[in-house]
């Protein structure tokens, strides 16, 4: 029988998970956040219950309407009975998780709703690296059982674009403003949408800039691959959202028929099998005695100009293979 008041184990927490607990759903978010040592075995029992769930990856500048958007989705799928994640990777405010508090004050409804689900993660510079913690939130929350996860994510840096390619289908948000889409473009946007959404269409100036990333994305390779389209929304009143929303389930229903959504899948499981296998990697070098002692060994040997740093490398994970080998 599950237990609620069992949360501290990965037993606990993925049977919590499997039972529909918020809280061991939001403990487990934590633990990954936190790099808990349980978060391996909590996976080897949940892994099998992921990969149902709709990934959705919103990306843009800061100040597009990237959150007001998600929010008028997430209400829009609540409305048709889907159940709703929402991950904010937000690394202008790591500590307040600014953009889904104001979604809170925003969208009371929201917050108070039980089929939606709200984590905002911060930038962290360990050794996952953020875009693994974010994959490892996001399936939490698809074997926790909601239908959609959208991901928010600001459209700087290279993390959160690895973030943005973790989804199934990703639409870049811009506004109405000259430059927004050379921007877009300089920030590598324009490769990672499928499709495009410019905001803040009460603004003057939305029809030029549908144009201006129409002309942007004709120079995109786009051989046999099917059209991007281009909406405009008003994210504050809704306006356009639906559409985009029908835009969004028709880009996964192609993909889906033509092999490219298992493929994209795919592709993303690979990038994050040799992520964690770094991360083994890395911990089974300083893992013990020996293994610290041969990291100041040929720390010695480097700053001494004995050996190379490279070949310092090379001869760590050599010796680590070898105790890996020793023990199996
Ligand atoms: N005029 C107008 N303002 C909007 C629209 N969508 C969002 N905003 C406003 O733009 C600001 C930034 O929105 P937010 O969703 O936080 O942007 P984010 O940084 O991309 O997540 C907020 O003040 C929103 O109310 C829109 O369609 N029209
Ligand atoms: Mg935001």
Redesign the pocket.
Known sequence: MYNPTVLTSPEGLSDGILNRDRRALSRAMSWVEDEHPGVDRLFRRLHGRTGRALRVGIT?P????????VARLAQLLRARHAEVGIVAVDPTSPFTGG?LL?DRIRMPELAADDGVFMRSMATRGSLGGLAAATHEVVDLLDAFGVDWVLL?TVGVGQSELDVARMADVTFV?LVPESGDAVQAMKAGLMEIGDLFVV?????DGADRSVMEIRSMLALRDRKGRRPLEVKT????DGTGVPELLDAVSAFLETARADGSFAARRRKVERWRLLQLAQRVLVRRLTIGEAGESALERLTDDVLARTTSPHDAAAELVEAALKGMAGRT
Do not use: Y
């Not at 905001?199 to 603004?203: E, Q, S, T, V």
């Open positions: 843009g800061p100040g597009a309407g990237k959150s007001t958007l953009a104001g928010e948000v905001n803040k269409a009460d603004r929304t008003v994210a504050v």
